[in-house]
T-cell receptor
Framework: GIQVEQSPPDLILQEGANSTLRCNFS?????LQWFHQNPWGQLINLFY???GTKQNGRLSATTVATERYSLLYISSSQTTDSGVYFC???????????FGAGTTVTVRA | ETGVTQTPRHLVMGMTNKKSLKCEQH?????MYWYKQSAKKPLELMFV???????ENNSVPSRFSPECPNSSHLFLHLHTLQPEDSALYLC????????????FGQGTRLTVV
């Protein structure tokens, strides 16, 4: 199946800082999603972005499908941004969503 | 408010118990999924249903038994579980099986004692 690698595994930020999370994948994809898992376990949809660039408030994401990576940008981070960020991809052959191991973000006040 | 609702949110069960997890989606989607999230591991896909038919059973032990009575509801029946089955169980739905956005429920945190 398709392999998904996220980096860095852990990220500690001071409130107000900017950061970039990366997701590399091993094959062509039909679908790529970014999620934020809150402390209670729920996966919150951030972006559905198989290609291109999208922005939502302080968050933005870019997927370069031809080079098999996606980036999630967090600007002016807040303590509520803390949690685990997951990238998930669906290969063109395999319809299943494969998840990366996640990036754990801690934003300190 | 999420379009995918899971109950219960927390469950503690003994190894000889039988319990069921419930998932309901209000999004009009055709595909529903069960995932397992264990500590320090990526999410693992367990079961996939499309139009109420099971299309995937990812080598899951028979002590986990899914049921999809209609396109809005998905159950996971549990019996004679082991302590290593303790995990967060997440339900998801998407419009179709391919190339559509998936939405997740809040999860059921299961502890087997």
């Amino acid at each position: 199946g398709i392999q998904v690698e996220q980096s860095p595994p852990d990220l500690i930020l001071q409130e107000g800082a900017n950061s970039t999370l990366r997701c590399n994948f091993s094959d062509s994809v039909n679908n790529l999603q970014w999620f934020h898992q809150n402390p209670w376990g729920q996966l919150i949809n951030l972006f559905y972005i198989p290609s291109g660039t999208k922005q939502n408030g302080r968050l933005s994401a870019t997927t370069v499908a031809t080079e098999r990576y996606s980036l999630l940008y967090i600007s002016s981070s807040q303590t509520t941004d803390s949690g685990v960020y997951f990238c998930a991809v669906e290969g063109v052959i395999d319809y299943k969503l494969s998840f990366g191991a996640g990036t754990t973000v801690t934003v300190r006040a | 408010e999420t379009g995918v609702t899971q109950t219960p949110r927390h469950l503690v069960m003994g190894m000889t118990n039988k319990k069921s997890l419930k998932c309901e989606q209000h999004l009009g989607h055709n595909a529903m999924y069960w995932y397992k999230q264990s500590a320090k591991k990526p999410l693992e896909l367990m079961f996939v249903y499309s139009l109420e038919e099971r299309v995937e059973n990812n080598s899951v032990p028979s002590r986990f038994s899914p049921e999809c009575p209609n396109s809005s509801h998905l159950f996971l029946h549990l019996h004679t579980l082991q302590p290593e089955d303790s995990a967060l169980y997440l339900c998801a739905s998407s419009q179709d099986l391919r190339a559509t956005e998936a939405f997740f429920g809040q999860g059921t945190r299961l502890t087997v004692v």
